[in-house]
């Protein structure tokens, strides 16, 4: 297990939903899928890899729902040498929600409990 494993406040779930990414201020945005969720942050695949400590816009909707999530993340962590010989291993960035409003937290909950 990794170091992020060992760390994790919340337990992960799986979600694969495009989650977009921008500044909020030039409109540019950026596409990523991402691998799971928890009540703090999710897991986005991917080999363009932002620095820790940046901060952004997160939009996303939560499969099965109409609750369109849309708050600021940072990342915390990011992994750019997945173990080539472990398939369930990949590259990405674990990103801390910062604001989600309530019914927000309350929307992600719900969708946590279902498992």
Do not use: C
Request: proline content about 3%; cysteine-free.
């Amino acid at each position: 297990m990794d170091q992020q494993r060992n760390h994790r406040q919340h337990t992960r779930h799986h979600l694969e939903a495009e989650i977009e990414l921008g500044d909020g201020f030039t409109g540019g945005e950026l596409t990523f899928d991402s691998h799971d969720v928890s009540k703090g942050g999710l897991f986005l695949k991917s080999d363009l890899l932002f620095e820790v400590g940046e901060t952004f816009w997160i939009s996303f909707t939560l499969p099965g729902t109409q609750m369109a999530v849309r708050t600021r993340g940072q990342v915390v962590w990011a992994k750019r040498n997945p173990d080539e010989n472990d398939p369930t291993d990949r590259a990405g960035m674990g990103v801390q929600f910062l604001d989600l409003s309530e019914a927000e937290q309350a929307a992600l909950d719900a969708y946590l409990s279902e498992d």
